[in-house]
């Protein structure tokens, strides 16, 4: 089972790039995973929780989008998207190609994070709770 060094990679990637964006916690990670990356997302969401006991991406939801296996034809000249990844024929032609497009893709296409405490600004007239705003904001 891989899944968790894949996983152990993704918190420590999602974790720098949060750093370097002045967060100080993940809330979500964006994944895109190709049918031909070896990677079952099932498995993946499973030790993804364990990888990230203890760290800022601590209780954050991976969403995994699956991408579909998509290869070229040079006698259409097209691109098409497979059924399945036993046969790489086209389609339309029945011609084989080995020219993928898309398909073996393991990436995380954005992170969603919280960049710091928060603080209720309150309305100066009325006393009430106006905005929630990031402390250090303007």
């Given amino acids: 089972m891989h899944e968790l060094s894949v996983a152990h990679s993704l918190v420590e ?5 949060a750093t370097e964006a002045g967060g100080v ?5 964006h994944l895109a995973i190709g049918a031909l990356s070896c990677v079952a997302p099932e498995a993946l969401e499973f030790c993804f929780e364990i990888a990230a006991a203890g760290t800022m991406v601590e209780g ?3 969403r995994c989008k699956r991408l579909p ?4 034809c040079k006698s259409c000249a097209r691109d098409f998207e497979l059924p399945g990844i036993q046969r790489f024929r086209c389609p339309e032609c029945d011609e084989p190609s080995n020219d993928i497009r ?3 893709e393991l990436d995380i296409e954005s992170l ?3 960049t ?4 209720r600004i309150t309305s100066q007239e ?3 709770a106006d905005t929630t705003t990031p402390l250090g904001a303007s």
């Fill in 13 to 17: 990637m999602a974790s720098e790039a």
């Fill in 25 to 29: 916690a993940v809330k979500e990670v």
């Fill in 60 to 62: 954050a939801r991976l």
């Fill in 69 to 72: 296996v998509v290869i070229h």
């Fill in 102 to 104: 898309q398909g073996r």
């Fill in 112 to 114: 969603e994070i919280e």
């Fill in 116 to 119: 710091g405490p928060t603080t």
């Fill in 126 to 128: 009325t006393g009430e």
